[in-house]
């Protein structure tokens, strides 16, 4: 039985999600919601910068997305429980609107049928469960209703420090997540209460803060108090990397590394979520990427025998995207399964 999704929000991953569904039987996008004037929306979903022309004929007609043969209803609503979900048969709802909510907010989703709701941004308050796909989804129960699918970040280092720390032990890791540019971000130079995040980001390497760590130690929790992240925005519009250095417990080597990463990318655990290549890539190469990562073999380096150095690449958007829809899929299986 296809799994009915309402999505919440038109923005860059709410429109990532649009590509990802708009044709898939599985799971299908039943409705969707965002506050944005309607043509701007169809024409932005048509023409994207980074991912280029919709992959087929789209049209907004009276008040709905007309795409292979399918109608996708559009509301424009911007508060939880104003869109009538039940109306749409929806199952889950994918909040995408990059607004923290508090949880009285998110029960509103539920309020209206439907078994749960993901989370696209940090919430206000803890939801049920934090999940990042191949780390910690084991951990999810059905109880779980409203769950956060994490950031692209966690998406990225927690499979390598997961691997990495199983592999040879982790006793500290620091991270720098090198990030291209969202929107987020301002094109010329405004003022900004963060006065560096008011700095043009089209022309400036920026050093921003990020909750990396503490979202990654919660879904490792025997790494907690171990690593420390910070992050750059840098000067192109799409493909970013983890820099991670771990100082391990067992000795390592940069060929012990490899062979590492390479066997778990293979393994069922991690087939669809870690990546492994051994050429020479550049962040135009992992542009539209579904993996959450792409470990790069060639940047591994070691000092001495028990400090590493791995690059792991990744689409911000795309990656996390699908993992968004694994974790749909994910919940609508734990909803069906006999208690």
Not at 262 to 287: C, T
Request: glycine share 6%; charged share 25%; proline share 6%.
């Amino acid at each position: 039985m296809a799994v009915r999704v309402g999505l919440m929000g038109l923005g860059r991953i709410g429109r990532n999600l649009f590509r990802i569904l708009y044709d898939r039987d599985d799971v299908v996008l039943a409705v969707a919601s965002e506050v944005a004037d309607p043509k701007s929306l169809e024409y932005l979903l048509r023409f994207d910068t980074i991912l280029g022309r919709f992959p087929g004929d789209l049209r907004l007609r009276d008040g709905e997305f007309h795409v292979r043969g399918r109608r996708i209803p559009l509301h424009i609503e911007r508060v939880p429980g104003q869109v009538p979900w039940d109306l749409h048969g929806v199952d889950i709802v994918v909040e995408a609107t990059a607004r923290p909510r508090a949880r009285v907010e998110l029960e509103r989703h539920l309020a209206l049928g439907v078994q749960g709701v993901i989370l696209c941004a940090p919430p206000r308050e803890p939801p049920d469960a934090t999940v990042v796909i191949g780390v910690n989804d084991d951990r999810l129960r059905a109880a779980d209703r409203i769950v956060s699918n994490g950031s692209c970040t966690a998406h990225c280092a927690a499979p390598v420090i997961r691997i990495l720390h199983d592999a040879f032990g982790i006793e500290r890791a620091f991270l720098n997540t090198v990030h291209a540019y969202t929107n987020q971000q301002r094109l010329a130079d405004v003022p900004a209460e963060d006065l560096r995040s008011g700095r043009a980001a089209a022309e400036n390497i920026i050093p921003q803060t990020t909750n990396a760590a503490q979202v990654i130690e919660g879904l490792i929790p025997e790494l907690a108090g171990r690593i420390t992240a910070m992050a750059m925005n840098v000067p192109v519009s799409n493909g970013s990397v983890v820099d991670l250095v771990c100082w391990h417990a067992r000795p390592v080597t940069r060929d012990a590394i490899c062979e590492v990463m390479r066997a778990a990318a293979a393994a069922e655990r991690w087939r669809n979520v870690l990546d492994y290549e051994d050429d020479p890539i550049v962040s135009a190469d992992i542009a539209h990427s579904p993996y959450s990562g792409t470990f790069d073999a060639e940047a591994t380096m070691v000092l001495g025998d028990r400090v590493s150095k791995t690059l792991t690449w990744y689409d911000n958007g795309w990656g996390y995207a699908h993992r968004v829809v694994d974790l749909v899929q994910r919940m609508a299986a734990l909803r069906r399964e006999p208690s």
